[in-house]
């Protein structure tokens, strides 16, 4: 079969910011296909020009789109575009999990894919191809006689099976992002998390349990993107790349051991890292540069109503325990929590300025989302204020808040960032234009390019 499979652009934090990575998922999906023997082509729009509207859909016998919720609006129209040429859609990705019936009883697509994709993806255009319409397969959803039919989702047990992702499908060289001065891109080692954050919709997308690859074949992907593509730093976006400490040591070992010198950055939580200095000490060894922590808040009943199963004061101890391993930290704050009050937000700004005296290297702000498929969403279901999607990008307030507007709150984002980035670490470290660039980017309105 002949297959077309579109990132549509980015328009969020991230990309205004100037990251824009591989989109792993359709690469895993491609890769699985041209496996079985199947034709597959690739469209990244974050990095390609790619004129939707008039493009002709026919050459191809399905069109596969990926979507988390801001893009969803630009996948609306390139599905119309799509279905008004006959062409089966088949929708997979956060967003269409979360909202798979919606999308189907408004005939959006004629398949939806829940979570993972490679597996059902592969499946059903071999079930299509055999003239199979409405075929039983896990994790495949779609619509007969009025009904939204289909199993649920069966998560990939053995991730090892799975191909590496298909770059030589991708413009690998229109990803140019550096970490650490050398050219740098991302992999992804394992998936799931156990800890099923109110406002994360990882562990609904991706499931509850963690599965991870083989330490073997994630050295194999290493070696492949140090050697064939000239990368010098790796970025691991598990969800939770230290969830297991004998693993992420195992790793660092073998990095040492076969002399990539890389330099690398990861997703941590602040708990998985005390307690366990011998993972932070191999981890450095082996090129470890920045962690992503997600401190997210100050107000323990914040940390409580998001069931984050964190105390903020540890805080400060990780910040110091990565500091002797030159370990620089990347912050990351929710401010909006529905028991978030003036008083409570400026303790988190006060919170993140104290930890960038103690040596955090970047702070991030988001405001709290209720994105479609986290249990947030179906506790704020009833005091969403927009359905414009494109405002669901942690830069705005998209529900009736009790203590503040949107105006009040955005305001205080903004506040949040100048107050972090003026202080005397940051301003000589990064200076007030990339504070500036920052709020500059995150206040930016999002646009859809047809």
């Keep these: 079969m002949n297959v077309l499979l579109i990132n549509p652009k980015c328009s969020g934090y991230y990309y205004r910011l100037g990251l824009v990575y591989p989109p792993l998922g359709l690469a895993y999906i491609s890769a699985t296909l041209k496996q079985a023997g199947h034709q597959v082509k690739i469209v990244d729009m974050s990095v390609e020009n790619f004129d939707y509207v008039h493009f002709d859909f026919t050459q191809y016998d399905l069109v596969g789109i990926s979507t988390d919720t801001p893009r969803f609006p630009q996948v609306f129209n390139i599905a119309k575009s799509v279905k008004g040429q006959n062409v089966t859609v088949v929708l997979g990705g956060p967003h269409a999990s ?43 959803l779609y619509m007969e006689d009025g009904i939204v039919k289909g199993l649920p989702t069966e998560f990939i047990k053995n991730l090892d099976e799975i191909p590496f992702p298909d770059r030589e499908g991708l413009k690998m060289d229109r990803y140019r992002n550096e970490f650490h001065g050398k050219p740098a891109t991302s992999i992804v080692t394992s998936r799931g998390c156990p800890f099923n954050c109110e406002f994360c919709s990882s562990s609904q997308f991706m499931g509850i349990r963690w599965r991870r690859r083989s330490i073997p ?41 076969n002399d990539m010198r890389i330099a690398w950055w990861a997703f941590s939580r602040a708990d998985e890292l005390l307690g366990h200095e011998d993972m932070v000490e191999a981890m450095a060894d082996s090129g470890c540069k920045m962690l992503f922590i997600g401190f997210e808040s100050a107000n323990e009943a914040a940390l409580k109503e998001f069931n984050k199963k964190l105390d903020s004061s540890i805080a400060f101890d ?3 325990l990565l500091k002797k391993y030159k370990i620089d930290v990347y912050a990351s704050f929710i401010l909006g929590a529905l028991s978030d009050t003036y008083k409570t ?20 702000f ?24 494109e405002k669901y990008d942690g830069t705005h307030l998209v529900f009736k808040h009790p203590n503040f507007t949107p105006q009040q709150l955005r305001k205080l984002f903004n506040k949040a960032y100048y107050r972090v980035y003026s202080t005397p670490k940051l301003l000589f470290k990064r200076g007030l234009p990339y504070a500036w660039r920052l709020l500059r980017r995150a206040n930016a309105t999002p646009t859809v390019e047809h």
């Design 217 to 257: 074949n994630v050295i194999e992907e290493v070696k492949l993107l140090v050697k064939n593509y000239g990368y010098g730093s790796i970025m691991f976006l598990d969800d939770n790349f230290t969830l297991n400490t004998k693993r992420v040591i195992a790793l660092s070992e073998e990095i040492i051991k």
């Design 345 to 364: 937000v400026e303790k988190t700004i006060k919170f993140a300025k104290e930890l960038v005296k103690l040596g955090v290297s970047i702070v991030q």
């Design 98 to 140: 979360a909202e798979a019936t919606d999308i189907l009883k408004e005939s959006l697509a004629d398949y939806v894919i829940l979570g993972e994709g490679e597996k059902a993806t592969l499946e059903l255009i071999e079930a299509l191809e055999n003239g199979e319409k409405y075929p039983d397969i896990p994790g495949v």
């Design 318 to 320: 990780v910040v110091r």
């Design 366 to 389: 988001s405001i709290l989302t209720p994105y479609p498929g986290t249990r947030l969403y179906e506790k704020l279901r009833g005091s969403l204020i927009t359905k414009d999607y």
